[in-house]
């Protein structure tokens, strides 16, 4: 072979040694780093299916109907039957400390017996009163019968005397005599008529008088009688008991400036609510939302509860009361599950009637509730943190096969926190960046964080987890 030839084939050779190298070195400086870069790139799919925008919120059970269980007197408690059991309508459940009462029932036995003493005493002196004034008029009465027999015997004497004057049988002496006594014994009549009507009179006056002694006797006795059904009254009410069958739950109240159950030791009063007796045969949930969302909420829409206490367990219902006025989720007025939250959010409260079941639901069950604001069928749908905006441009990073990325603009609709709706710009089933691949990692980051803040501010849905359904 000519020296010429060999040149001729060693300079190809020599151009493939200096071209291998220099594309392994590019592959792996660009091609290999590229590939590298976008692979350590969270993506996500592009779902097509049905969509639903859904508001998030944790929430509470209680029962839709629900018996008071109210004090009738005051007291402090001393045993209560434990929170939960199962009650039956009469079935006592609370005591109060009866110590003062059984006290003052015991002094006011002591005082009704003196009054019933009183009263047998005054009706003894009554009838001794009655007997002594009966005795009296008989014997004024006696009196005078005698006083006018003896009248009507000096009467007879002066006519017997003046016919004897009249005969000159006897003296003008005799019969002055005679006509003495007649006046006299007048006079004596007289007298009895005057004393009977006194004895009468006092007679009538001890009767009333006594009546009024027994009357105010017997007045005592029946108001030491009321006082004392009255104490039996309150000893009775010591022990409250159940107004009808359910499941005892045990109110709130303020204790050292927190709100606690009441519990042995409390004070309480008339009238005051001690435990609820909910009817489980009927559930309610409820939330609080967000002033900035309640325009949302209407009555009817569609429910999903999920609690902690049932595993798996998924529960229906609807929307059927929304509170007109908010209150304060760091206030005393807000329920007490929701109090840890900070002071100055306004909320209101959402009741959903759910449906019924045969699950072992329970008031105070803490729930996870998604309200059904607005459903999409056929959609396409990628997390929100996918959509990059420039200006009034919005677009996405799609891998393609090659491991690289292309751009591609798109429209968006609704969504919620965590995914929105793609109107236009992608087919679905697309593997799309969460992050611009395009840019450093610290400046993605930082990209992502003001997106995040900025769709934070833009949205109001909660940051429960994501409420999105798959197409099937």
């Not at 629900?66 to 309508?89: C, D, M, R």
């Not at 209407?298 to 209150?327: E, F, H, Y």
């Not at 007025?333 to 409260?349: H, L, N, Q, T």
Request: aromatic share 4%; net charge positive; glycine share 6%.
């Amino acid at each position: 072979m000519t020296l010429m030839k060999k040149i001729l084939i060693g300079i190809p050779v020599l151009l493939l040694l200096l071209v291998i190298p220099i594309g392994m070195t590019y592959y792996k400086n660009h091609i290999k780093k590229k590939n590298t870069e976008t692979t350590n790139i969270p993506t996500a799919l592009a779902k097509k299916g049905d969509f639903e925008i859904l508001l998030s919120e944790v929430g509470t059970l209680d029962a839709l109907k629900s018996l008071t269980v109210n004090s009738k007197g005051q007291g402090k408690i001393i045993k209560l039957i434990p929170e939960a059991s199962l009650v039956k309508e009469g079935q006592e459940i609370v005591w109060m400390d009866p110590s003062d009462l059984e006290k003052q029932i015991k002094e006011m036995e002591d005082s009704l017996k003196s009054t019933q003493q009183d009263l047998e005493k005054t009706k003894e002196t009554q009838r001794l009163q009655i007997y002594q004034n009966d005795m009296s008029v008989a014997a004024s009465k006696l009196s005078l019968e005698n006083t006018k027999l003896d009248y009507s015997d000096a009467t007879i004497k002066l006519a017997k005397n003046q016919r004897l004057f009249d005969a000159q049988v006897i003296p003008e002496t005799t019969l002055e005599d005679a006509k003495l006594r007649v006046l006299s014994q007048k006079a004596s009549v007289e007298k009895s008529e005057l004393s009977l009507s006194q004895v009468e009179e006092t007679r009538k006056s001890n009767l009333i008088s006594g009546q009024i002694q027994l009357a105010q006797a017997e007045a005592r006795l029946k108001e030491s009688n009321r006082k004392m059904q009255e104490l039996k009254d309150k000893l009775k009410e010591t022990v409250i008991t159940a107004p009808g069958n359910g499941i005892i739950i045990y109110e709130m109240m303020w204790r050292g400036g927190d709100r606690t159950k009441i519990q042995e030791g409390d004070q309480v009063w008339p009238r005051m609510s001690i435990a609820q007796l909910p009817d489980l045969t009927r559930m309610i949930n409820k939330i609080m939302v967000d002033e900035i969302d309640i325009s949302k909420i209407k009555v009817g829409q569609d429910v999903r509860i999920r609690l902690d206490a049932l595993s798996g367990v998924q529960l229906k219902g609807k929307i059927t009361k929304i509170a007109t006025l908010a209150v304060d989720k760091g206030a005393g007025d807000a329920p007490f599950w929701m109090r840890k939250e900070a002071s100055g959010v306004k909320a209101f409260e959402v009741v959903a009637e759910i449906d019924p079941n045969d699950y072992p639901l329970r008031p105070g069950m803490t729930s996870k509730t998604q309200v059904l604001i607005e459903k999409f069928s056929n959609v396409i749908y990628i997390p929100r943190e996918a959509v990059i905006t420039s200006g009034s441009h919005q677009y996405v990073f799609v891998a393609n096969p090659r491991g690289g990325y292309e751009r591609k603009e798109v429209k968006t609709g609704k969504g919620d926190s965590n995914y929105v709706i793609i109107t236009s710009g992608l087919n679905g089933n697309e593997k799309v960046f969460l992050r611009d691949p395009s840019k450093p990692l610290k400046s993605s980051e930082q990209d992502a964080r003001e997106k995040k803040e900025k769709d934070s501010n833009e949205s109001s849905a909660p940051t429960l987890p994501s409420p999105t359904v798959p197409a099937k």
